[in-house]
C-alpha cells in the first residue's frame, strides 16, 4: 500500500501510475479535485517524458499548453545569449491539474481530498496521518508530496526548514492585450537581468507572449529583505500596490515593464525560498520525500517542476520493478546535487 501525502503535480503522477498498475493507493489533499488557481510554470523534455513514464497521455499534456519556440537572456549592460528550447513548453498551473485530477481521478486510487493533513508520525507499527479530528493507520510506503512547507517533513526532520533565497517573486497575467505587441520575439520565454554598477544581480524581469493569446504572462524577480510571513501581501494582491516597487526594480525595460503592468489587475506576490538538502534524513523504505517537500529551490532556477516530476518517475519506477523507492531517492538526490552544481558552474562562466 502506498499513501501520498499531497495531490500536486508529482503526487497526482506518482499515485495516478501506481493505481494504473494495481497496486493500492491512497491520496491525501486539502484541496478538492480540479484545475484550481495558480501561476504558470515551463517543463521541458525531460519532466513531460516523466509524466509520460508515469501513464499520463502526452497528447493530452500538448493540448492544453504549448511549446516554447527558445530562451533569450539579456542584461542592463548590453550582454546578450540565447538557449534552444530542450523540449520546454509554457503551462497554466491549473490547465496542467486538470489533466493530472482527470488522470487520478480515473486511476482506481482512493482520493481523500478536503481536510489538510495537520501531522504525519512514524514508528516500529507503521504511520499515523492526522486528518482534521481523524487519525488513519497507514501501513506500507507513506510519500510526501506535499510541497515545501510539508507537513511530513516536519515530522520526520523538523530541523530542516525552508530558508528565504533572497528574492521576492511576482507574477502577473494581463487582463487585456498589450496596447501594441512586445518588441521581443513571441513563443519565447525572455529574461531581463538588471545590473548594479559593482557587477551584482539585481531584479529579473521575464515574460512572454504570443500574437494569438490575449494574455501575455511575466514575472519578477527582486532581491530584498523577506516578506514577513504574517504580512497580508503574501499572495494575491493589486498591482498597483507594487507597481512603483517593480518599476524601481527594472529601469532599464521601464516602458516594457510599463505597459504589462497597466494591463494586470493582480499579481501573486511571495518569499522565494529554498529547502536545503544538507543533512536531510536518509529516505526510508516506510517513508520518503520527493519534490518541494524535499528539495525545493528558488524558481530562478526553473527546474522545481521537472525535479519533482523525476522524484515521482524514479520512486514509480521502483515500485513496480520491485526495487528499492529509498534508494531510488538516494540517487535521485545525488543526481539533483550534481545538476545544481553543473548550473552553477554555467552561470560563472
Known amino acids: ?60 499534456l500538448y493540448a492544453v499548453s504549448y511549446p516554447l519556440a527558445g530562451l533569450d537572456y539579456a542584461d542592463s549592460r548590453g550582454r546578450r545569449s540565447e538557449m534552444p528550447s530542450r523540449g520546454h513548453r509554457f503551462w497554466l498551473r491549473r490547465n496542467l491539474m486538470g489533466v493530472l485530477s482527470e488522470f487520478v481521478a480515473g486511476s482506481g486510487a482512493e482520493l481523500r481530498y478536503g481536510e489538510p493533513i495537520t501531522e504525519v508520525t512514524s514508528g516500529d507499527d507503521g504511520h499515523e496521518i492526522r486528518r ?13 508530496a506535499d510541497g515545501i512547507d510539508s ?23 494581463t487582463g487585456a492585450p498589450l496596447d501594441s505587441p512586445p518588441a521581443t520575439a513571441p513563443a519565447v520565454l525572455h529574461f531581463f537581468a538588471e545590473v548594479a554598477e559593482d557587477g551584482s544581480a539585481g531584479s529579473t524581469f521575464g515574460h512572454i507572449w504570443r500574437p494569438e493569446d490575449p494574455a501575455a504572462l511575466w514575472f519578477v ?15 494575491m494582491r493589486p498591482t498597483s500596490e507594487w507597481s512603483e516597487t517593480i518599476l524601481a526594480a527594472t529601469p532599464s525595460i521601464e516602458a516594457l515593464v510599463s505597459d504589462f503592468l497597466s494591463h494586470t489587475e493582480l499579481v501573486h506576490v511571495s518569499n522565494a525560498r529554498d529547502v536545503p538538502l544538507d543533512g536531510a534524513r536518509a529516505p526510508q523504505d516506510s517513508v520518503l520525500l520527493i519534490g518541494d517537500a524535499d528539495h525545493a529551490i528558488t524558481p530562478a532556477a526553473g527546474v522545481g517542476a521537472r525535479d519533482a516530476l523525476e522524484d515521482a518517475r ?25 545538476d545544481r552544481e553543473a548550473a552553477q558552474r554555467a552561470r560563472r562562466r
Do not use: N, W
Open 1 to 60: 500500500m502506498v499513501s501520498v501525502i499531497g495531490g500536486g503535480i508529482a503526487g497526482s503522477c506518482l499515485a495516478g501510475g501506481l493505481a494504473r498498475k494495481g497496486r493500492q493507493v491512497t491520496v491525501y489533499e486539502q484541496q478538492r479535485p480540479g484545475p484550481g488557481a495558480g501561476a504558470f510554470l515551463f517543463i521541458d523534455g525531460r519532466g513531460h517524458d516523466a509524466m509520460e513514464a508515469m501513464g499520463v497521455d502526452r497528447s493530452a
Open 314 to 338: 524514479a520512486v514509480f519506477d521502483a515500485i513496480v520493478g520491485a526495487g528499492s523507492p529509498a534508494e531510488a531517492m538516494t540517487q535521485r538526490r545525488k543526481q539533483i546535487i550534481t
Open 221 to 235: 524577480r527582486i532581491p530584498r529583505e523577506p516578506l514577513p510571513a504574517t504580512r497580508d501581501d503574501i499572495g
Open 132 to 144: 482534521g479530528a481523524d487519525v488513519v493507520a497507514a501501513e506500507g510506503l507513506v510519500v510526501g
Open 151 to 173: 507537513v511530513v517533513r516536519a515530522g520526520l526532520e523538523p530541523g530542516r526548514i525552508p530558508v528565504y533565497a533572497g528574492d521576492v517573486v511576482l507574477y502577473g497575467m
